[in-house]
């Protein structure tokens, strides 16, 4: 069953370096997003992307994040400056068509800033 | 009022039990519903979409009713498998999951 892959599965980061989060959809899909799970917290949309551009992005999403598609495989999410309280895990997705159903998500990333 | 709302438990049953979960979401025009797993520190993995004819699958089964914007799941037959965190998705109008916050099961033998 296709997957999508996330790397690496644990992050540790200082506070104010800079993390790539990686992620590879299942091949077809088209649309791609970003979750995240603070511990003990529900998970919370950051980002979807389609056509190689954000097409909407939550208010947690603020200049510190930001999202590329590289070379035609990978989907990266990028955070400029970590802040303690990036602490979370981060799920990619992907789906073919936008709708209902249709999502696959990653295992996660878990990020944790020191 | 929160877009998603869930008791969190946990709901603590034996083998065999049936067991229920309830949701409540706030946008009438959230477009689908879904039920999802979570395992610990696990992503979410789709269990059942719902739909307002109500669904079944297996020993699972879902209903929804657009009218008071409610959502539940029943689990016949609990296995100790079914021992997770159980999350009530809505899509919103622009295809992104609003997650609630999860109600825990935990089986016991």
């Known amino acids: 069953e296709p997957e999508v892959t996330q790397t690496p599965s644990h992050q540790v980061t200082q506070m104010g370096q800079e993390v790539i989060l990686r992620c590879v959809p299942i091949s077809n899909h088209l649309y791609f997003y970003w979750y995240r799970q603070i511990l003990g917290q529900k998970v919370e949309f950051l980002v979807s992307f389609y056509n190689n551009e954000i097409s909407e992005k939550s208010e947690i999403f603020d200049d510190q994040f930001s999202v590329e598609r590289p070379d035609g495989s990978n989907f990266t999410l990028k955070i400029r400056s970590t802040k303690l309280e990036d602490s979370a895990m981060y799920f990619c997705?992907?789906?073919?068509?936008?709708?209902?159903?249709?999502?696959?998500f990653g295992s996660g990333t878990r990020l944790t800033v020191v | 009022r929160k877009e998603v709302e869930q008791d969190p438990g946990p709901f603590n049953v034996p083998e065999g039990a049936t067991v229920a979960f309830n949701c409540t979401y706030s946008n009438s025009a959230s477009q689908s519903f879904f039920w999802y797993r979570q395992d610990c520190r696990k992503e979410p993995k789709l269990l059942m979409s719902v739909y307002s004819s109500g669904n079944e699958d297996g020993r699972f089964t879902a209903q929804l009713n657009r009218a008071s914007q409610y959502i539940s799941l029943l689990i016949r037959d609990s296995k100790l498998s079914d021992s997770a965190t159980y999350l009530c998705v809505v899509m919103d109008s622009s295809y992104k999951l609003i997650f609630g916050s999860g109600t825990r099961l935990l089986v016991r033998p």
């Open positions: 997705a992907s789906s073919e068509v936008s709708g209902p159903g249709g999502y696959t």
